[in-house]
């Protein structure tokens, strides 16, 4: 099992700023990849960005590129989404999840190919 648990989310105004934490505990986090995932009211869950643990490649959905960087502190065994330039359409709940690091990388970009959750966090950009 590994538990994920995420934190930062809150209000802000367009062109702001806010970094989102997903702690990670449980098996050995070096065995997985994290990725962000964001849910908006009445649309599907959709990929935000993810890494792997044990590598610099990082990916992000074209609607982020940019703008939000993903990155991972493997002391802390968290990781972390900078996002930056925030628009009105990025609010949705953002929600952390983990998968084998060992899974092609389309997994990565496919929310029923990850393994473990957090509880999501609510991100609110107004105009």
């Known amino acids: 099992q590994v538990q994920l648990v995420e934190s930062g989310g809150g209000l802000v105004q367009a062109g702001g700023s806010l970094r989102l934490s997903c702690a990670a505990s449980g098996r050995t986090v070096s065995n997985y990849a994290m990725g962000w995932f964001r849910q908006a009211p009445g649309k599907e869950r959709e990929f935000v960005a993810a890494i792997v643990w044990t590598d610099v490649n990082t990916y992000y959905a074209d609607a982020v590129k940019g703008r939000f960087t993903i990155r991972r502190d493997t002391a802390k065994n968290t990781v972390y989404l900078q996002m930056n330039s925030l628009k009105p359409e990025d609010t949705a709940v953002y929600f952390c999840?983990?998968?084998?690091?060992?899974?092609?990388?389309?997994?990565?970009?496919?929310?029923?190919?990850?393994?473990?959750w957090g509880q999501g966090t609510q991100v609110t950009v107004s105009s």
């Open positions: 999840g983990a998968t084998s690091a060992y899974a092609p990388y389309a997994d990565y970009l496919t929310d029923y190919k990850y393994l473990y």
